[in-house]
């Protein structure tokens, strides 16, 4: 059993949770994931390490919540325990040999770039972060970005924040304006990924996406995770999460993640339902 020795809500639909694990925390690095279960009849899912501290002994996780395991995750208070929390799992993120490079996050992916971001600053890498959420009401991490950037843009879809505009609109005008990357590592939901890394594709510029199919195991055990990368069969769980942008085929990542939407929305549907009975 894992105690939760903090929660804190980020925005209405994501919640911070820093969990005391010492064996993970002793050897996490930016780019892993854990997998929990919230209890014994829970299912397995993958969240990143947002962060760690070594000296406690804990491990941040912050999730967004979108279906039964993250709500069911959510009614947990602290000083309560969730039943498994394994890890670290994944290879770290490559972030040697980068001099200058541009961290773009969307979304709740803003909490998987902010560690990789951090690092690359506390190397001497200059870093530019660009965040983007669908709105005023949504955006997370802001205060800890800048402290780890450069340069930080934020932007929301509908300008009620930041600047108006998408993550791939700020990339480009960073890039025309001259700035020169030697990485672009992007973070968030697959389509915005998938247009990150057309428009970086253009310019040449390498590229890191992580990649978040379903899992189950996550210790290469299933191929659950697969991915297309360059031709080849790449399992997520072990090769990635992260995966060189210009080879992953994602239209296939976009189908296969959507392959249990009516179960999950059955799912959803009982959990709601389960913790509405328990109010009244
Ligand atoms: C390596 C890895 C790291 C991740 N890190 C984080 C993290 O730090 N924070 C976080 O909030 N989420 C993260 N995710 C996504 C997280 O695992 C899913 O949101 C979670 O499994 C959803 O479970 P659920 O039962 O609540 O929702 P479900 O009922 O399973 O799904 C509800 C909705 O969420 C979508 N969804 C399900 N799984 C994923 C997924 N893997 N990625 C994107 N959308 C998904 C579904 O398509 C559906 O629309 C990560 C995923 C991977 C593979
Ligand atoms: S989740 Fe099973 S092999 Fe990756």
Request: proline share 4%; hydrophobic share 40%; net charge negative.
């Amino acid at each position: 059993m894992y105690r939760i020795v903090k929660k804190e809500s980020l925005n209405p639909t994501v919640t911070l949770m820093e969990v005391e694990a010492p064996l993970i925390a002793k050897k996490a690095e930016p780019g892993q994931f854990i997998i929990l279960r919230v209890d014994s009849n829970g299912e397995r899912i993958p969240l990143t390490i947002a962060d760690f501290n070594r000296a406690t002994g804990t491990v941040t996780i912050i999730y967004q919540i979108v279906g039964a395991t993250t709500q069911a995750l959510d009614h947990l208070k602290e000083g309560e325990n969730i039943q498994d929390f394994a890890g670290p799992l994944g290879r770290p993120t490559e972030t040697e040999d980068f001099k200058k490079v541009a961290v773009v996050g969307g979304g709740v992916g803003c909490a998987i770039a902010y560690p990789v971001a951090k690092k690359l600053y506390e190397q001497g890498c200059e870093v530019h972060s660009i965040t983007g959420f669908r709105n005023k009401e949504l955006v997370i991490l802001e205060e800890e970005f800048k402290k780890v950037s450069n340069k930080l843009v934020l932007m929301t879809d509908d300008g009620s924040y930041g600047t108006k505009g998408l993550v791939t609109d700020a990339l480009k005008t960073l890039i025309e304006s001259g700035e020169k990357y030697d990485a672009v590592i992007t973070i968030g939901p697959l389509i915005m990924m998938k247009f990150v890394c057309a428009l970086t594709k253009e310019y040449q510029i390498k590229t890191l996406a992580s990649m978040n199919p379903i899992m189950i195991d996550g210790t290469g055990m299933c191929g659950g995770c697969r991915l297309s990368v360059g031709g080849k069969t790449k399992f997520a769980c072990v090769d990635g999460p992260d995966f060189d942008g210009h080879e992953i085929d994602f239209d296939e990542a976009l189908t296969r993640s959507s392959i249990y939407k009516p179960f999950e929305r059955r799912a959803h549907e009982e959990v709601c339902h389960l913790y509405e009975m328990e109010v009244k």
